[in-house]
């Protein structure tokens, strides 16, 4: 299963984005980021408040100086839509586990110090377990020592990742940061969730 398939095959969820906040930061080709979504169910009635939040690692590349980053508020603006990825209503459990990141974004103004905008993609809800095996056999398969025997358990952790995702949030806001030029990075990780 790839990126496409898995995005050929979202549908309007049954949930509404309200704000998200995080930061990022990049050095070199490494990429961090962490933040919250706020999103408000709207069923049952009253609708019912989730803050979800995440954190990631990956590789990006932009243009830009080695150290960079930007942040954003709840005050600030961001739009966002979630997207179901099964034939089942999204559930506040679905909101927690593997996770992966997409973002594209830049800042702007002289020496890159001040406002800028991104937009991002997040798939969400992988099984966890599947997801932290797939991790370490992605590793393992860098190591010379591990690397054959690694590659076809990671092969069929991957498509069992791809396979269990729940669903999907695309979204775009501004942040302030320094350093960032235009730039994208893909970034796995965790998220969790709560009702507030």
Not at 58 to 85: C, E, H, Q, R
Not at 147 to 167: C, D, H, M, T, Y
Request: glycine content about 14%; some cysteine.
């Amino acid at each position: 299963m790839s990126l496409s398939t898995v995005l050929r095959s979202a549908r309007e969820s049954g949930w509404n984005f309200q704000t998200s906040g995080g930061g990022d930061a990049g050095v070199g080709i490494v990429a961090l980021s962490a933040g919250f979504i706020d999103l408000t169910s709207r069923s049952p009635l009253p609708p019912q408040g989730v803050r979800a939040r995440y954190a990631a690692a990956g590789a990006g590349l932009s243009i830009s100086i080695p150290l960079n980053g930007d942040g954003s508020t709840s005050s600030m603006f961001s739009a966002g839509k979630v997207y179901t990825l099964t034939s089942a209503p999204l559930q506040l459990r679905d909101f927690s586990g593997g996770c992966i990141l997409l973002s594209a974004g830049s800042n702007f103004g002289p020496f890159r110090l001040m406002q800028g905008g991104s937009a991002s993609i997040l798939l969400f809800g992988a099984s966890a377990i599947a997801f932290a095996a797939w991790q370490v056999t992605a590793m393992a398969s860098m190591v010379p020592v591990f690397g054959a025997p690694a590659i076809i358990p990671n092969f069929f952790l991957q498509r069992e990742v791809w396979s269990s995702f729940k669903g999907l949030i695309a979204m775009c806001g501004a942040n302030r940061g320094f350093g960032s030029g235009p730039g994208f990075a893909l970034e796995r990780g965790y998220i969790s969730a709560v009702a507030h």
